[in-house]
């Protein structure tokens, strides 16, 4: 007996349990160094996202009598990140209840992976920080490894919060130095604190083609663009606002989520710069000290719009028109 | 009327290319060049990318086959998963089309849709399906969403 199937014979190696592991690969770097800046704790918070994540959408697709999906590694992924999005301090049931929301409420009752309309880990923040603001604002400083009662303190988004409403400059707000920032060593989410980490993780999205740089290119061109002309040319400042808050984690791994932006060229670029202006008229102008994750939220319920407007230009397209109209 | 066809594939003893007649029982070519080396699982008449997958060896050689390949294992398959709209296809593809739309519509049954969807420029060079990391069978798709509007047209 012969097989018969539709051409082509021949497929790429490409799949998606290989897509995801890859951004797992490069999640590993901002986890290693927010283990080595906030303790146990983070690896804690870290695998009780993911494992609820997991057993998650292992019992809502049974319960929802669908096939078992847990194989492709998104819902490992959507753990990881979520937990990247918490501080190191949130108590564990907080971060599985988040894992449970991201997952039962934003992506399986969509439809599951590919369906859901907006960013499951961010839209999970977004619920945690409006149900738990005191819990979900309370950052570690770094270093202090005990397991329960850290020492917080203000993140440098809430500084230059300050420094934006005029109340402090750059240099006395207290922030911690430019190489802390790029370094991590600052108080803010786990997975958020060390840009080079994450910059690291980025490129090698990129050089697997995982990712286009289009998105976070876009993103953190915009945000830097921006607060460089809002500071009147102050480059310690702009720095500061790159380095600081989610925005690369953001940027590189949330606004680049297959499912949740446009696949179209224009589209990235749209989508890249909405989010950019968004992070940046919330962190200058609005009353929270970080916009990323409503910027990319709001963008994201954008996406069909932006994909609709920026379809590319079928071959051929342009002559059949003029045709028509001399017809 | 004669044409070059290259033999090839795993399961062939002695691939080569041989002119043939157009209309040739494809079973003379694959005797001429040796038989089978293995038991074939598939045999495509055409190139990997376009070709159609035959499922009798009494089937005519056509003019636009430019190959005859027979492989002793089933090449390149992959579970087909849901659709993560990585974009990979529509990056892919040379006319400008975004093929993971159409074969949503053409699933849906959308004809609507499809009709503004320019799915009749596509010529099912299946680098869409290729690139598919969710191995959809997008140009399955497309053929579907093709046969729907010439139905729509003949109502």
């Given at each position: 007996m012969l097989k018969v199937s539709s051409s082509p014979h021949a497929k790429s190696?490409?799949?998606?349990?290989?897509?995801?592991?890859?951004?797992?690969?490069?999640?590993?770097?901002?986890l290693v160094m927010s283990v080595f800046y906030f303790g146990m704790r983070a690896l804690a918070l870290c695998a009780v996202c993911t494992g609820t994540a997991v057993l998650s959408e292992y019992i809502s697709r049974k319960v929802m009598k669908r096939n078992n999906t847990i194989g492709d590694l998104s819902a490992v992924v959507t753990g990881i990140i979520l937990s990247f999005n918490l501080p190191s301090t949130l108590p564990l049931w907080m971060g599985a209840l988040g894992s449970v929301i991201a997952i039962v409420v934003v992506k399986q009752m969509f439809g599951g992976i590919g369906q859901n309309f907006v960013n499951p880990a961010i839209t999970a923040r977004i619920i945690l920080m409006s149900s738990f603001a005191s819990s979900m604002s309370s950052w570690?400083?770094?270093?202090?490894?005990?397991?329960?009662?850290?020492?917080?303190?203000?993140?440098?988004?809430?500084?230059?919060?300050?420094?934006?409403?005029?109340s402090a400059t750059v240099e006395q707000a207290g922030l911690p130095s430019l190489s802390q920032m790029l370094l991590g060593m600052r108080a803010g989410s786990m997975g958020e604190v060390c840009a080079v980490a994450l910059i690291a993780g980025g490129i090698y999205l990129v050089a697997r083609k995982v990712i286009s740089p289009v998105i976070p290119v876009c993103f953190v061109g915009t945000v830097g663009v921006f607060m460089f002309l809002y500071s009147g040319f102050d480059i310690t400042f702009t720095a500061y606002q790159l380095l600081g808050g989610g925005l690369l984690l953001g940027a590189i791994f949330m606004a680049t989520d297959y499912t949740t932006s446009p696949m179209t060229k224009w589209g990235k670029v749209i989508f890249g710069v909405g989010c950019g202006l968004i992070t940046s008229v919330i962190r200058v102008f609005g009353s929270l000290p970080e916009g990323v994750s409503y910027s990319i939220i709001l963008m994201n319920i954008l996406v069909p719009h932006i994909e609709n407007l920026t379809r590319p230009k079928v071959f051929g397209q342009v002559k059949e028109k003029k045709e028509a109209k001399q017809a | 009327m004669s044409r070059s066809v290259t033999v090839d594939g795993s399961a062939v003893k002695n691939p080569m290319n041989v002119r043939v007649p157009v209309g040739i029982r494809i079973q003379d070519i694959i005797d001429f060049c040796g038989g089978y080396a293995y038991d074939p699982i598939k045999i495509i008449a055409g190139g990997p990318m376009m070709g159609r997958a035959?499922?009798?060896?009494?089937?005519?050689?056509?003019?636009?086959?430019?190959?005859?390949?027979?492989?002793?294992?089933?090449?390149?398959?992959?579970?087909?998963?849901?659709?993560?709209?990585?974009?990979?296809?529509?990056?892919?593809?040379?006319?400008?089309?975004?093929?993971?739309?159409?074969?949503?519509?053409?699933?849906?049954?959308?004809?609507?849709?499809?009709?503004?969807?320019?799915?009749?420029?596509?010529?099912?060079c299946g680098c869409c399906a290729f690139s598919c990391p969710s191995a959809q069978p997008l140009v399955q798709y497309m053929s579907l969403a093709k046969q729907l509007l010439r139905e729509e047209g003949k109502k």
């Open positions: 190696k490409d799949t998606t349990t290989g897509i995801m592991l890859d951004v797992i690969i490069a999640l590993i770097p901002a570690a400083v770094p270093f202090t490894k005990s397991f329960s009662d850290a020492v917080t303190t203000a993140s440098p988004m809430a500084l230059l919060a300050n420094v934006c409403k005029g | 035959i499922y009798d060896t009494d089937a005519p050689m056509l003019k636009s086959n430019n190959a005859l390949l027979a492989f002793a294992e089933d090449i390149a398959y992959k579970t087909s998963r849901d659709c993560i709209r990585c974009g990979k296809c529509v990056a892919a593809c040379p006319m400008g089309l975004m093929p993971t739309n159409i074969a949503k519509y053409a699933s849906n049954k959308d004809v609507e849709k499809l009709a503004k969807s320019n799915v009749m420029a596509c010529m099912e």
